[in-house]
């Protein structure tokens, strides 16, 4: 049973550009996380969903991020126009249900130049 | 809203030296605590759990313990190695959002 996989590990883009984060959960979880880790920092929830539904985005910035799971294939987290400060790890977590525990991916390490 | 503190780091011991990292935490109700570790360009694993008041986590010679009367649950290894040295993340489900996170304690090991 793979774990959490997400790709690309490393993704490099310039200021403007869009970046497309995916998050293939493990087998058999519907439930999928977003994270963002910013250097020296600890992780900051960002979006919970589920299959076609996002549950919960409270912590996902009001501009430019946007995060879909849809019915097929990965969940993908993007990001219109970067810009520095974007700049982060940016980690997958996936579940059975929500009380259950949340198995992490690799993550995305996003630099923007 | 819920929330974790734990020690700030970096933390450096010798090998074999005695481990303690501080953790508090606020939260509405009975949250599930946790404890996670990020090595060098990983992702976060599970390290170990408790789920209820008195409840002792441990895993890899790692240990915690649920004290609901200090909000605390503080990890602690009795000899580390230098195989230990990574992030340590407390974090707590309180079962109305996602894991709430503390900012991680860097822990290096010297042989």
């Known amino acids: 049973n793979a774990g959490v996989m997400q790709n690309p590990r490393h993704l490099v883009r310039r200021r403007g550009q869009e970046a497309r984060l995916r998050c293939s959960p493990m087998?058999?979880?519907?439930?999928v996380y977003w994270y963002r880790q910013l250097p020296e920092e600890g992780l900051k929830f960002m979006v919970y969903l589920q299959k076609e539904n996002i549950i919960d985005e409270s912590g996902m910035p009001k501009e430019r991020f946007s995060a879909e799971f849809p019915k097929e294939g990965p969940s993908i987290l993007r990001i219109q126009q970067v810009v520095r400060g974007d700049s982060a790890a940016y980690f997958c977590?996936?579940?059975?249900?929500?009380?259950?525990?949340?198995?992490f991916g690799q993550g995305t390490r996003l630099t923007v130049v | 809203g819920d929330s974790v503190t734990q020690m700030e780091g970096p933390v450096t011991l010798s090998e074999e030296a005695f481990l303690t990292i501080n953790c508090t935490y606020t939260a509405t109700g009975y949250p599930s605590l946790f404890w996670y570790v990020q090595y060098p360009g990983e992702g976060l694993q599970l390290l170990l759990k408790a789920t209820k008041a008195d409840d002792k986590g441990s895993n890899k010679g790692f240990e915690a313990t649920y004290r609901k009367e200090t909000t605390s649950f503080h990890l602690e290894k009795g000899s580390v190695q230098v195989s230990d040295s990574a992030v340590y993340f407390c974090?707590?489900?309180?079962?109305?959002?996602?894991?709430?996170f503390g900012k991680g304690t860097r822990l290096s090991v010297i042989a």
């Open positions: 974090a707590l489900f309180s079962g109305n959002t996602p894991l709430v």
């Open positions: 977590a996936s579940s059975t249900d929500p009380n259950t525990e949340a198995f």
């Open positions: 087998k058999g979880h519907s439930h």
